[in-house]
């Protein structure tokens, strides 16, 4: 009886995540890249964790209401945490067309360039199975893509292929690039 509760839990979860996920997307995404439907999104187990760990501490809370104060700061944190998880799922994404791309995050405001913005690439070796790509922008800005981001694959090579229409190039004449080995734009210099 348990085990069937923690997965009507988990399916209630995941699916208020997919809800507000969406309602959030037509509310306030109204650029022609976020009706594309080409996106560089988190994995949905952000959103889903962030909504387990603020339902558990809520129900900390609760329970432990009165009773000791440590136990009510840690519950009050847990729920903050859990709260910082989902808006940061909700709030982060690139969204893209074949033109430019546009780039939210939580507290910033959504820039949009074009793929020609794009200066060069910097690579980072996150884990045994995730790589980080950081674009380097023509303000001096930077864009960080993991490789275990939903749809990260699909923008670099969109991305790639945009930069070198805007620029007029074709992909043979760039010898640093390699989908491969991850290399899509030129290697930025160490500064």
């Not at 405001?109 to 950081?134: P, R, W």
């Not at 790639?160 to 491969?180: S, T």
Request: a neutral charge.
């Amino acid at each position: 009886m348990e085990i069937l509760l923690v997965l009507i839990i988990g399916v209630v979860t995941f699916g208020v995540c997919f809800l507000v996920d969406k309602g959030v997307a037509g509310i306030f995404r109204n650029k022609a890249q976020y009706r594309s439907g080409l996106s560089v999104r988190l994995n949905q187990h952000y959103g889903g964790a962030g909504l387990i760990l603020a339902l558990a501490g809520g129900i900390f809370l609760l329970r432990f209401a009165g009773s000791n104060v440590m136990l009510l700061i840690c519950g009050g944190f847990v729920v903050l945490l859990g709260i910082a998880l989902v808006v940061y799922y909700l709030s982060f994404g690139i969204y893209y067309d074949e033109d430019s791309f546009v780039y939210s995050a939580f507290g910033k405001k959504a820039v949009t360039c074009s793929f020609d913005a794009i200066q060069g690439q910097k690579l980072y070796q996150l884990s045994a199975k995730n790589i980080m790509v950081e674009l380097y922008l023509q303000d001096g800005k930077t864009i960080s893509v993991q490789s275990n981001m939903k749809g990260a694959y699909s923008f670099l090579d969109a991305a790639f292929a945009g930069w070198c229409r805007q620029k007029g190039l074709e992909a043979e004449d760039c010898p640093f690039h390699d989908a491969g080995n991850c290399r899509w734009f030129p290697e930025m210099e160490e500064s």
